[in-house]
């Protein structure tokens, strides 16, 4: 059973070192298979370890849990400057990801831009619950107040697709608003945990820029909202959407950070309801 203090075994025992599974299994006195399971629950619960697997598909292949250096952010002064941008943010407005995707290498990453028509397509739609369902152990979105776009008919098919993977003990952290706005997207979102018997998803408020979803370490897609009355008369003809795709490694473990960074001292959604309360019973 993975109690707090077999959690702050790991953690000390990860912290001072990375580890194999196998030697976590030994130290704790487990099979590989439940140590193996204790790793992934507190990556995605707590984010405070990490592990990836080398020569994956052999039979040499190894997996190696290390610290998740929270405290040390950016590897470089361009990751510390970035982060600084995102923190100082509260809006979409005030953070592009073409920030980032600008340091990515060019063939680990790429960009498309959609008109309205296209974003709210069903093909968009589907590509994008593809994308959540190909997910083994977490995702993690930051999002502004849950309505993650304005795709028709996006909200069944996104909370049908968490269920599942829910279901499947894939976990879903979400940073967003908490407030009267998109408070209904909210209340459906968080019925599924009800519904399965667990929580397979978590939110916390916080006000921040991003609008992005990381799954597993995989993918890291960000979405931008270019609209025409913010700039110049005629510069932008219409609403354009802009699709950021990063697979480059190292960034999609940046950015993991940066989520657990932020998520940390949010507030859980749970308090901020209650605090909330007369404002939401205002409607």
């Not at 030697?23 to 099979?31: D, Q, T």
């Not at 619950?129 to 309505?147: P, V």
Request: aromatic share 10%; charged share 30%.
């Amino acid at each position: 059973m993975l109690d707090k203090a077999t959690v702050k075994q790991i953690n000390e025992f990860v912290y001072s070192k990375p580890r194999t599974v196998q030697e976590l299994a030994l130290f704790l006195k487990v099979n590989w298979r439940t140590a193996d399971k204790y790793v992934e629950k507190i990556a995605a619960d707590e984010g405070t370890v990490s592990a990836r697997t080398f020569r994956e598909g052999t039979r040499g292949a190894l997996k190696i849990v290390f610290w998740n250096n929270l405290e040390k952010l950016a590897a470089s002064e361009v990751q510390e400057h970035l982060l600084k941008q995102i923190e100082a943010g509260r809006h979409r407005d005030d953070f592009s990801p073409s920030e980032i995707f600008q340091y990515v290498d060019k063939n680990k990453g790429k960009v498309i831009t959609l008109r309205e028509h296209e974003y709210n397509s069903y093909k968009n739609l589907k590509d994008f619950t593809d994308r959540l369902k190909s997910a083994k152990q977490q995702i993690l979105f930051f999002s502004g107040n849950m309505t993650w776009s304005t795709l028709a008919n996006h909200d069944s098919e996104i909370r049908e697709t968490l269920e599942k993977l829910g279901l499947k003990k894939v976990v879903s952290k979400i940073l967003t608003r908490v407030e009267l706005a998109g408070l209904e997207s909210l209340k459906n979102i968080l019925a599924i945990n009800s519904k399965i018997g667990y929580d397979a998803i978590e939110v916390r408020h916080r006000y921040q820029p991003l609008r992005c979803t990381i799954i597993d370490d995989k993918v890291a897609v960000f979405k931008e909202v270019l609209e025409p009355k913010k700039y110049d008369k005629g510069e932008l003809k219409e609403r354009l959407y802009l699709l950021y795709y990063i697979y480059d490694a190292d960034w999609i473990a940046w950015l993991q950070k940066v989520f657990w960074h932020l998520y940390r001292p949010a507030v859980s959604v749970k308090r901020r309801m209650e605090i909330m309360k007369p404002v939401f019973h205002s409607q």
